[in-house]
């Protein structure tokens, strides 16, 4: 195999926020002297002059004068936190006129220096301290020495401090901070969740780093390197959105995106080596295989602007995945000949994460802050908030210890298999919910045996299409051989155009609807093939219920002791006595909460006189026998869990359990594959009946258009036939100078308007289908304007309306050919055999704009653009 890959340690760090100079002295102290008194201003005196301090300090961040190391920043930022804390509790600072509303803090945006807020409050400058404290932390860690474990022991460390920062800037500061006049997007809650993420991935990737150094396992380096990419994929997403989408450099989004990418294709590299020594030669390709397409992703969707160090390192893990691929596909395609299972069907790449936002708690806790301690402007309040927090503190103690206990018997439950397998021994089997639920829908759907309805629905449709086509065919053909019929007969006096001429188009369109159908029909053989050739493998999803497809855990059949029943009862007393224990720590956790609800002990401190420390330890001790009841039920729980390992171990030896579950996963492994053939094939003949759907709608519409064209071409026979019987008789006027016949445009070319023409060509013979001009034949004022004296058809029916053409005025000839004007552009019957197919089949002739009105046998297509739902299954 090829040489493990190495990853890059290029990694960002934050910029410090910048301020202006702000006053906190003389507005504070003139509170004290206002609300207190003079000399308690002058006895907290130190205290004020320490917080000014500490405000000078804080406003020299990034100055190029300044001296001081990160590790003395850190420790600024920390104690002027937790004096911020003291100010808070003490000095109420907002515009309120009996408040402090001379202070007003000003910070400008990390990222777009140009942005600042500017709040009457002190949830800004809190805000901003705790992310200059993250960034502070990240710049740490940026500053070690990563080319060493140890140093990169210690940037791991720093940049979990980071995260905690950010963290808790997140859940106890940013939503105040948001609420004031004027914010930036650096403090906001989601800057601060997506830097902890940043942060979080840059301390793991050190990790991984580390474990690559130490020569561990490629198992376990491709679970934390996975980690690496969750972690920095949760910082994409939130870099991908409002408020962030638009407010960081597209060089940071480039380069969380390719580390995103280059740490999951660094898993998969791992885990493809795990695999080829498994000889699991087919997951492998599949995994290499994806870790490709990653990184060639990410290089073409990232903006520019990444480290060239990062680009250098994923064409080097490009190389290494590509050199095994190459190696694993030649081994499997001389050895292994394995079927390479499809990216979409791989489970997710396992991940294990080794680091966690630091607690910041305890290292910000203002509680012991001795700063202003002689302040207390509200004595019992702030008792009242002191006791809450001892409270709350037992409650989320408790509750942890809980949700603890119960997480732990599921788990180990799940390890042993129980109770599924007691289930299965008394024939209550059941599937993962799932694959239960995608069995349910397919039975829902009617499930396999149901296909056969649906293939002879698109049975019938295709016969349709088809009977459709023949009539429509078999129209044309009786027009045209009437057409031909009275051609013979009269000769050269039956001077319309031919009927093959003016059906060209309209028979060229159902030549394609012919081939179509064709090419469909071959489709319905192959979801028919289908059909018969998974019959079998879908056969399971038809059973009711699906369970009965499932093994059933048999007794063995010889005991020589008879003591099954003994242990499979014990069993099921145990898991009956957890199942208790579980539901008391349930009522446990409730009792808290509503000890919690009713305790109100601000009547005793309004009257008490002696020690608040005394009070408290006398009321929480009220807390302490659920306390003890919930270390029993927990202590109980542990020597349950290892008396039911006891009992599982005989009861999985007796019943050949391993045997039991190999046979229940291929179960499971067959109903998978059952379900994803039945999508498959259910998918194609949806497919195949909105096909035939659409497509008879096109057929009905060429049909309707040719049975247009029959009737008029009906209607021009009968005054055709008139002509030439008054031809025959000689009752037609030679000598007139002007015209009556007709023109007789082919069908999907455009009608052509009248114009007048007085000056006749001297010799019209030469001109291509050109009537001889005719007297105008005599027209009473009540009758309609048509040629010939004749009222009445020779075939003895009503005479018929007057032809839907467009006829010229009484003593004006038809307008020659190059005279006539374009239609105007619409849907003739050059148009699209079907919208679905175009290429060699789609021919519309181009069409000009003009005045004349479509023939009455058009009608505008109904399918202007193929359908949407129409995919590549059915189409030529």
């Known amino acids: 195999m090829a040489a493990p890959s190495s990853t890059t340690n290029v990694m960002l760090s934050i910029s410090e926020k910048k301020t202006v100079s702000v006053d906190l002295y003389r507005p504070l102290r003139n509170y004290i002297i206002y609300n207190y008194s003079e000399r308690e201003a002058q006895n907290i005196e130190d205290d004020l002059q320490t917080l000014k301090e500490y405000r000078s300090d804080i406003e020299r961040a990034g100055s190029t004068d300044s001296s001081s190391s990160l590790p003395a920043r850190r420790d600024l930022l920390q104690n002027y936190y937790k004096a911020l804390c003291a100010v808070e509790s003490r000095f109420p600072i907002s515009p309120d006129q009996d408040h402090i509303n001379s202070v007003t803090f000003t910070w400008f945006d990390a990222f777009k220096n140009k942005n600042k807020a500017a709040q009457q409050n002190i949830h800004l400058e809190k805000a901003a301290v705790l992310f200059n404290l993250g960034a502070v932390h990240s710049q740490m860690g940026l500053g070690f020495d990563r080319s060493s474990v140890e140093g990169r022991r210690q940037a791991s460390h720093s940049f979990i401090a980071a995260a905690g920062a950010f963290a808790f800037l997140r859940d106890n500061v940013a939503m105040k901070a948001s609420m004031g006049s004027s914010t930036t997007v650096d403090v906001s809650v989601e800057c601060a969740g997506m830097l902890e993420r940043l942060m979080l991935a840059q301390a793991q990737e050190c990790v991984f780093e580390n474990s690559i150094a130490k020569g561990n396992t490629p198992g376990v380096c491709a679970k934390i390197s996975r980690q690496v990419g969750l972690f920095y994929e949760e910082a994409l997403a939130a870099l991908s959105v409002a408020p962030l ?3 960081f450099d597209k060089a940071w989004l480039a380069h969380v995106q390719l580390k995103a990418a280059l740490f999951y294709a660094e898993a998969c590299y791992r885990y493809s080596l795990e695999l080829h020594e498994k000889e699991e030669i087919a997951e492998e390709i599949a995994r290499l295989k994806s870790g490709v397409n990653a990184l060639s992703e990410a290089r073409k969707t990232s903006p520019r602007g990444a480290a060239q160090q990062l680009l250098d390192a994923m064409n080097k893990l490009e190389a290494s995945l590509n050199l095994n691929l190459e190696k694993a596909m030649k081994e499997n395609d001389r050895v292994y000949l394995m079927r390479v299972p499809p990216a979409s069907s791989l489970s997710p790449l396992p991940a294990f994460s080794l680091v966690k936002p630091m607690q910041m708690n305890d290292v910000l806790d203002a509680s012991k802050e001795k700063m202003f301690a002689s302040l207390v402007p509200d004595n019992s309040a702030k008792a009242l908030s002191r006791y809450t927090e001892m409270v709350d503190d037992v409650i989320r103690t408790q509750a942890e210890k809980l949700q603890q206990g119960s997480e732990l018997a599921r788990v180990r439950l799940r390890e042993m298999d129980l109770p599924d397998s007691i289930l299965a021994l008394d024939g209550n089997l059941s599937l993962p919910l799932a694959l239960k639920e995608d069995v349910e829908a397919v039975q829902i759907c009617g499930g396999p045996a149901g296909l056969d309805a649906e293939l002879q629905q698109l ?5 349709v299409n088809q009977e459709l086509l023949v009539q429509t065919e078999e129209h044309l053909q009786k027009e045209a051989t009437e057409d031909a019929q009275f051609r013979t007969q009269f000769g050269t006096r039956w001077t319309r155009p031919q009927s093959t001429t003016l059906t060209k188009n309209l028979l060229d369109r159902l030549n394609r609807f012919a081939a179509n159908l064709k090419q469909a029909a071959e489709s319905d053989a192959r979801i028919e093939r289908s059909v018969r050739d998974h019959a079998a493998l879908m056969s399971i999803l038809d059973r009711h219920p699906i369970e009965s497809a499932l093994p059933t855990l048999e007794r063995p059949i010889m005991s020589l002791d008879a003591t099954e029943d003994a242990i499979v009862g014990a069993l099921k007393q145990s898991l009956r006595h957890l199942e208790t224990l579980g539901a008391q720590r349930a009522g446990l956790e409730d009792m808290l909460k509503e000890m919690k609800r009713k305790d109100d002990i601000l009547p005793k401190l309004m009257t008490s006189t002696g020690s608040h420390e005394d009070l408290f330890r006398k009321e929480i001790a009220k807390y302490d026998h659920i306390c003890e009841e919930i270390a029993r039920n927990l202590e109980a729980q542990e020597q349950l869990l290892l008396q039911i390992q ?9 019943f050949s359990l391993e045997d039991y579950k190999a046979n229940r996963e291929r179960i499971y492994n ?9 999508r498959e094939i259910k998918d194609n003949i949806n497919e195949g009946l909105k096909f035939y759907v659409t497509l008879q709608e096109a057929i009905t519409n060429v049909k309707q258009q040719c049975s247009d064209f029959v009737m008029t071409r009906s209607i021009q026979c009968r005054e055709m036939i008139e ?9 037609s006027f030679q000598d007139s100078k002007s015209s009556s016949g007709y023109a007789y445009p082919s069908v999907g070319q455009p009608q052509q308007a009248p114009r007048a023409n007085p000056q006749l060509p001297a010799d019209t013979g030469n001109i291509p289908n050109h009537p001889r001009p005719q007297n105008p034949t005599y027209q009473p004022p009540q009758q309609p304007t048509m040629p010939g004296y004749s009222q009445t058809s020779p075939y003895g029916s009503p005479q018929p309306p007057a032809p839907p053409y467009n006829f010229p005025g009484q003593g004006q000839p038809y307008p020659h050919p190059q005279h006539q004007q374009q239609p105007p552009q619409s849907h003739e019957y050059g148009q699209p055999a079907y ?5 060699p089949y789609y021919n519309a002739p181009p ?6 009105p479509r023939p009455p046998y058009t009608a505008p297509s109904p399918y202007p653009h193929p359908p949407p739902h129409q995919s590549g299954y059915y189409r030529q």
């Open 723 to 731: 002509e030439v019987q008054r031809q025959i008789s000689g009752l």
């Open 646 to 654: 006891a009992h599982n171990e005989e009861f999985a030896s007796i």
């Open 847 to 852: 069409q000009q704009p003009g005045a004349m």
């Open 245 to 247: 989408n638009q407010h």
């Open 835 to 839: 919208p679905g197919w175009r290429g």
């Open 459 to 463: 049975r019938d449709l295709k016969r």
């Open 670 to 678: 067959q109903i998978e594959a059952a379900i994803s053939k039945y």
